[in-house]
């Protein structure tokens, strides 16, 4: 079509949206955008900066499809061409598509791909030449539903998961937060949803990706300023899989990176998945607004397997490998490894690791020794070193503190804690604690230990400190 023409749709478009809006608002977003071209349903705009095409996209998003939709028809589409012209980049320009929320699903939606010879979002999973349907989902093909033995400590969760992955974005769990300690199975459970969704919808963009992953990714698109194509390409995908989401704790950028996703997504009907170590109340470091949206759907949490499911999740893992284990045998497993799935499942892998190389039979006794030495090396870990890391990251001071001479009372306190926990979590004598912890002899422990024992019992704070250092020390 003509220039004449994408001026005129513009010029039908700009009445509705002078219409629908504040002279201002209008005035500062929609007045400066200049009308490229038109091709078919296809109307491209250029807008002067990234972050105005980003404020567009939050809060006119509806606005500008129903527009379009009236002015040029349902299958109007609209392109943004972002003019960057004062940074380095200046000159560059980026297209980015916008697929109109009224675009019919059966369509195959070609205009979300990026163009050839465009600049292409950068995929941060660096596989080249992307295609929407060409981005692997990165997902574990073990971690299914069917592996993933259902009992009371997963029921919510996972009948929730499975209804996501029957209906993405169409139940009322989007997102669906699923929580839990370390080894109970999130990270399964959100992969098994991913899978699912594929088997039920193998056009859908699928993408499991960890938060640490995510966070990476984003810092070195901010360092090569590709923060835009970052973002592109997370608004392609229609199952987002988020992985332990608590590591965007204190993270500022990333976490309004995320929001800014997060909100494009939901508001194109695409499923949300976030797993976290922490009830969405006990995230700390975690803005609010984006705390609030992860409240939304449906925060599902998962707990230590009862011994009956710890039984049948052993018993699933041999038959999957085609083992035969006596019933006492796993009985006992079950009996000793009590609060995490993926220690349970360490313990089977060990125990056939040590029979396969001794040829010896899997035994009772095999069993009960390799569990025994099992917990004693869980309980070496604990060494004075570990205790006084641990301590010093506590109170943000380095280790090298608590062996300087000061009288600091923080730094006398902190070393006052260490010996404390040398004395009660290792099998150290005060000498040697004394010795390792800032050069002091055994009366110095012992007086450490009486006056760490005196604190606990009267000052509320101090007693709180040492419990979450406890926590800490037994991670
Ligand atoms: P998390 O992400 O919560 O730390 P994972 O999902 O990595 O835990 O689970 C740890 C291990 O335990 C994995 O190998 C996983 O397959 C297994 N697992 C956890 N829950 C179950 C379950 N309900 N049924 C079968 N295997 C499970
Ligand atoms: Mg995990």
Redesign the pocket.
Do not use: A, M, Q, W
């Given at each position: 079509m003509t220039t004449r023409n994408c001026e005129e749709v513009w010029a039908k478009c700009l009445k509705i949206i002078q219409d629908n809006l504040a002279k201002v608002a209008f005035n500062t977003w929609f007045a400066p955008i200049v009308p490229v071209d038109l091709k078919g349903s296809q109307l491209t705009i250029q807008v002067p900066s990234t972050y105005f095409y980003e404020y567009l996209e939050e809060h006119y998003l509806e606005l500008m499809a129903m527009t379009l939709h009236r002015v040029i028809g349902p299958d109007a589409n609209l392109e943004y061409r972002i003019v960057v012209s004062n940074d380095q980049n200046a000159g560059r320009t980026v297209t980015v598509a916008m697929p109109s929320n009224h675009v019919p699903k059966s369509m195959p939606n070609v205009s979300t791909l990026p163009r050839k010879g465009a600049d292409e979002p950068l995929n941060p999973f660096a596989i080249p030449g992307l295609k929407k349907i060409q981005i692997d989902p990165h997902l574990n093909p073990?971690?299914t539903f069917e592996?993933?033995?259902?009992?009371e400590c997963?029921r919510l969760a996972r009948a929730a998961g499975f209804a996501v992955a029957g209906n993405p974005a169409g139940t009322s769990f989007n997102p669906l937060f699923i929580y839990?300690?370390?080894?109970?199975?999130?990270?399964?459970?959100a992969n098994a949803i991913g899978l699912e969704v594929k088997k039920n919808f193998p056009d859908k963009v699928v993408l499991y990706v960890d938060a640490n992953k995510f966070l990476t990714q984003y810092m070195q698109a901010t360092r090569d300023n590709n923060r835009n194509d970052f973002i592109n390409f997370y608004q392609m995908i229609d199952v987002l899989i988020l992985?332990?989401v608590q590591y965007f704790a204190d993270k500022q950028g990333t976490q309004e990176v995320f929001f800014q996703i997060f909100n494009y997504l939901h508001q194109h009907q695409k499923q949300l998945i976030l797993?976290s170590d922490k009830a969405p109340v006990d995230l700390n470091g975690m803005e609010e607004r984006l705390l609030s949206r992860f409240k939304w759907g449906l925060a599902a949490d998962?707990q230590e397997?009862d011994f009956e499911?710890r039984i049948r999740?052993l018993k699933?893992?041999t038959y999957k490998d085609g083992i035969e284990i006596k019933e006492e045998i796993l009985e006992y497993i079950a009996s000793h490894v009590t609060n995490n799935?993926?220690e349970?499942?360490g313990t089977l892998i060990s125990l056939l690791a040590q029979a396969t190389l001794n040829k010896k039979e899997i035994t009772l006794e095999l069993a009960k020794g390799m569990i025994d030495k099992l917990v004693k090396n869980t309980q070496r870990e604990i060494s004075i070193d570990y205790i006084q890391k641990v301590v010093c990251n506590y109170f943000s001071m380095s280790v090298d503190v608590l062996s300087s001479k000061t009288r600091k009372r923080e730094i006398v306190q902190a070393r006052q804690i260490a010996m404390y926990f040398a004395k009660n979590m290792t099998k150290c004598s005060l000498a040697m604690i004394g010795n390792a912890i800032g050069n002091k002899d055994h009366a110095t422990v012992l007086h450490a230990c009486k006056t760490v024992n005196n604190l606990i019992e009267t000052d509320k704070a101090f007693k709180q400190d040492l419990d979450e250092i406890e926590k800490r020390l037994k991670m």
């Open positions: 073990e971690y592996n993933y033995v259902e009992g997963n839990g300690g370390s080894g109970l199975g999130k990270t399964h459970l992985d332990d797993t998962l397997p499911t999740i699933r893992k799935v993926r349970l499942e």
